[in-house]
């Protein structure tokens, strides 16, 4: 099993009031704030901020909109995360990623809108235990591949389990395509991927 021990935060209570659509700069910020060391997390206890994406959700909105993902590209470059979007991954480059200790930040197939969440681990399939892969999913814990969610609470997406069956189709769906933030440098250093 592959798990990254990563910062969930939640969407919905963001203090914009807008969470409700925040679901990429939500998902980017976890994943930056892994892959920078906890520095959002520091930086907010440092301040008395209570939600540490907000850091980064301030600064997304010098760059353009939360649900654009040129936007977040050029926000995390601005904290010395090299990266790039795109919509051509398969299940090898996710688990890839994971390898690397990088969080794969993903689009997913939800309704006629899209929704992005964070991909923090898998377990592959072996005696009588079918293949998973885990998320931080900032709106809550998805039920399976439908349109619906079994719980929207604060914590309910934190290390939300996906059968392989679901992750393939709300992510490669019917295309085989994944679309996926793949992060190559961070302050300088390749991250091999």
């Known amino acids: 099993m592959k798990m990254l ?10 203090p914009s009031g807008d969470g409700l ?25 440092r301040l008395g901020i209570e939600q540490p ?21 050029r926000c995390l470059l ?9 919509t051509n ?3 090898k480059d996710f688990m890839n990623s994971i390898n690397h200790r990088i969080p794969l930040v993903m ?29 931080n999913d900032p709106y809550g814990s998805r039920d399976e591949f439908r349109d619906s969610w079994l719980s929207n609470e604060p914590l309910a997406g934190k290390m939300d389990v996906y059968s392989k069956n679901t992750f393939e189709i709300v992510w490669q769906g019917f295309a ?14 390749s991250t091999g991927l």
């Open 21 to 45: 659509r925040e679901c990429c700069g939500t998902s980017n910020a976890m994943m930056l704030n892994f892959v920078t060391d906890n520095s959002l997390d520091k930086e907010a206890k």
């Open 53 to 73: 994406e907000q850091i980064y959700l301030d600064r997304l909105a010098d760059y353009g909109d939360t649900t654009d993902h040129g936007a977040n590209t």
């Open 5 to 14: 021990d990563v910062s969930y935060y939640f969407q919905s209570d963001n």
């Open 78 to 86: 601005s904290f010395g995360v090299e990266s790039e979007w795109f």
């Open 176 to 189: 085989g395509n994944g679309w996926g933030r793949l992060v190559s440098k961070v302050n300088g250093k």
């Open 89 to 91: 991954l398969t299940t």
């Open 107 to 135: 689009g997913l197939c939800y309704k006629d809108r899209g929704h992005v969440s964070l991909g923090v681990g898998y377990r592959l399939e072996r005696m009588n235990e079918p293949w998973i892969a885990y998320f």
